[in-house]
């Protein structure tokens, strides 16, 4: 089974919850109860619950969106896939915002309780500077490896809750919720948005959709598991703090999970708060410090930022250096040490950014109508507009001091897009979008090198097996990373094209226009007509060069197409036995492609891996009767590069790589395949 390129795909439904619930399950129960206290009482209740119910309707457009377009980046990638290239960024700029400041709210709430019950006198920042380093070198290796710890202190964490939760529900005094709301309704919006924090979670698990597997079943699950658990809890403990103690006595602590635990049991319940604080703090942290770093390698890979915050572990395939740099960031944004700020500041990035992602699944709906979705949002358009209103009208009610910080830390987002030149183009370009009626999408940033391939049969199938796949031969000369979208006729194919590739999937007919408008062709780099039509991939091609695509690759016999395409630019190839060799040769290795002028058959480079029936197996290459012009270039065996000698064995399942004029090409892979006539 082919993926894309980049991440390895090791996270099934229960690690993808424990992503949800280690980033959900931070302070909203272990920290903020006391804030909530002090500014609303026993009515933090019904803010939580309220809070809970309107953040399902994103939680239902997270899992629209996260299962149709399973790329790393979660919502920043949703909206780069819509909006104009200054907005895909901002939001992104905005969810990096909030999971930064949540990191660092989270390293504090680590290091005061630390602080508190170990090590009186200890200095915070080094506290979070250690912790940083150990789940920094954690996530390194890789978001399984990182939930490996995360999901054990998860467990520890949901256990005491729930464990606190129930036995402390006999001890609740009525009087102690009466008045349910002392200070009024008042601070009811404020406290709602300064809690939205603590139901960030689910969404954390779309950013690290290209590391889960089957994400078209699992992301839509892990979502709702997540939130539905979220709410459960949040309500019980919440219920239980307010009427186990006085609301102004719980005000009046910064732990306070762990104080209404110490008056609860006693002894061995401060000491039970004080493990679920510190696992789900640290649970916590480590989630978001992955996101963080996910969401700065999604802004490096769409052209944001600079390359090297894209690059990947070559080992563990993981973001190191946006790694580092957002754990640099966290240790520094520690340094503030409240946290009521942090978390406001940590809710406007996320309010803004969520908002506008709720936007996007409105909109990707009417431009992409045929894009496979596996899971299809309830009650649309109302849930994606009611989650956008019941995001953005919090962002006001945030603290002033937030909301400058915020608005800072977005002005600097925006001078760093500003200095990549591509940026400044795309801003020369909102004159003219807001001098339209409305605002269309006028480019945004396409992945390094975005693939159309229309027919997902057994040919276009074999092109994408080849794009996607690695190995050392393959890395050497590949310069891109490939996004791939379908489109096919057959309904059944486009699910197994689903499953198999985790790519967009557009269910259609290709040659009309009116389908190839939905991929919107200004943002693809490269289509491919692949079907088995000779007819068919013609009015494809051309359909596909006159709505702008600049490459544009047809497979065609037929020598009248084959001329009607060249003379309009379209590269054709008709080598039946290596048809997607010669597509990746074209794509992968342009400038050995014009060397060897592939499109006009003159010379090419392709590859073919030796079956078991070959004759040529146990032989040594200076034995096999190989055409005068043509080389065998390489040989990879068991994913290791040979250099080809005459004394090299061929053995089955060797991928020879030969150079030279197609016809002694041709003769050279028939007479490889067992076939000594062409």
Excluded at 38 to 56: E, K, N
Aim: glycine share 10%; charged share 15%; proline share 5%.
């Amino acid at each position: 089974m082919s993926e894309q390129s980049g991440f390895k795909r090791n996270v099934g439904l229960f690690m993808a919850v424990m992503i949800g619930i280690g980033a959900m399950m931070g302070p909203g129960v272990f920290a903020l109860p006391s804030e909530v206290a002090a500014s609303i009482g026993p009515l933090g209740i019904v803010a939580y619950l309220v809070m809970g119910g309107l953040t399902l309707f994103t939680a239902l457009t997270y899992s629209e969106l996260g299962a149709a377009m399973p790329i790393a980046g979660g919502g920043y990638s949703f909206a780069n896939r819509m909006l104009p290239s200054p907005v895909a960024f901002l939001t992104g700029w905005f969810f990096w915002i909030g999971n930064t400041l949540a990191c660092a709210l989270y390293a504090v709430i680590f290091a005061l309780t630390i602080q508190a019950y170990f090590w009186p006198g200890a200095s915070v920042f080094l506290i979070v500077l250690a912790t940083t380093g150990v789940f920094t070198v954690t996530n390194v290796r890789g978001q399984a490896e990182a939930l490996k710890v995360i999901t054990v202190m998860n467990i520890v964490e949901l256990l005491v809750l729930i464990g606190v939760g129930v036995l402390g529900a006999f001890q609740v005094e009525p009087a102690n919720l009466d008045p349910l709301a002392p200070m009024g309704l008042g601070p009811l919006m404020p406290t709602m948005g300064l809690i939205y924090i603590s139901y960030v979670g689910f969404d954390l698990i779309t950013v690290a959709a290209e590391e889960i597997i089957e994400p078209a079943k699992t992301i839509p699950r892990a979502i709702l598991i997540t939130l539905g658990v979220g709410i459960a809890i949040y309500v019980l403990v919440l219920w239980v703090m307010m009427g186990v103690v006085p609301y102004d006595e719980l005000a009046q602590t910064s732990t306070p999970f762990i104080y209404v635990a110490d008056y609860l049991f006693g002894g061995w319940g401060r000491w039970a708060g004080i493990l679920a604080t510190i696992m789900a703090s640290l649970s916590a942290f480590s989630v978001t410090l992955g996101a963080s770093s996910r969401v700065l390698f999604a802004l490096g890979r769409d052209g944001h930022f600079p390359e090297i915050f894209s690059r990947l572990h070559s080992t563990y395939q993981t973001p190191h250096i946006s790694l580092f740099i957002c754990a640099g960031l966290v240790v520094l944004l520690s340094g503030l040490g409240v946290v009521r700020f942090l978390a406001s500041v940590s809710s406007f990035g996320y309010l803004v950014a969520i908002g506008i992602v709720n936007v996007t699944a409105i909109g990707l709906r009417r431009r992409m109508p045929n894009l496979r979705r596996p899971f299809k949002v309830a009650l649309y358009p109302l849930a994606p507009i009611l989650g956008a209103i019941s995001c953005w009208v919090f962002v006001p009610t945030l603290e002033p001091r937030s909301l400058m910080l915020g608005g800072g830390l977005t002005l600097i987002g925006c001078v760093l897009y500003l200095l990549q030149p591509d940026n400044r183009t795309e801003v020369l370009r909102i004159p003219a979008l807001l001098h339209s009626i409305k605002l269309r999408i006028q480019a945004y940033w396409r992945p390094h090198m975005n693939v159309l391939i229309v027919g997902g049969g057994n040919q276009g199938a074999n092109i994408a097996d080849r794009l996607l796949k690695q190995d050392e031969f393959r890395m050497v000369f590949r310069s891109s990373e490939y996004q791939i979208t379908f489109i096919e006729e057959d309904e059944d194919r486009c699910e197994e094209l689903g499953k198999r590739y985790n790519v967009p999937v557009f269910h259609g007919d290709g040659t009309k226009q009116e389908l190839l408008e939905q991929v919107e062709p200004h943002k693809m780099d490269v289509a491919i007509a692949a079907t088995s039509s000779d007819e068919r991939n013609a009015i494809m091609a051309l359909q596909a060069k006159r709505l702008g695509i600049e490459r544009v690759i047809a497979i065609a016999r037929d020598p009248d197409y084959v001329s009607l395409l060249e003379d309009n630019g379209i590269v054709c190839i008709s080598a039946p036995y290596a048809t997607a060799a010669m597509v990746e040769n074209h794509l992968d290795r342009p400038q050995v492609a014009d060397l060897f002028e592939i499109e006009s058959g003159v010379a090419s480079l392709i590859d073919m891996v030796v079956p078991e029936e070959s004759p040529v197996v146990g032989r040594h290459i200076r034995d096999i009767d190989i055409p005068e012009q043509c080389v065998v270039a390489a040989v990879l065996r068991e994913g290791q590069f040979v250099v080809p000698r005459g004394e090299t064995e061929i053995r089955v399942g060797d991928e020879i790589v030969f150079v030279g004029p197609q016809d002694d090409i041709q003769t050279a892979h028939h007479l490889f395949k067992g076939k000594e006539n062409g």
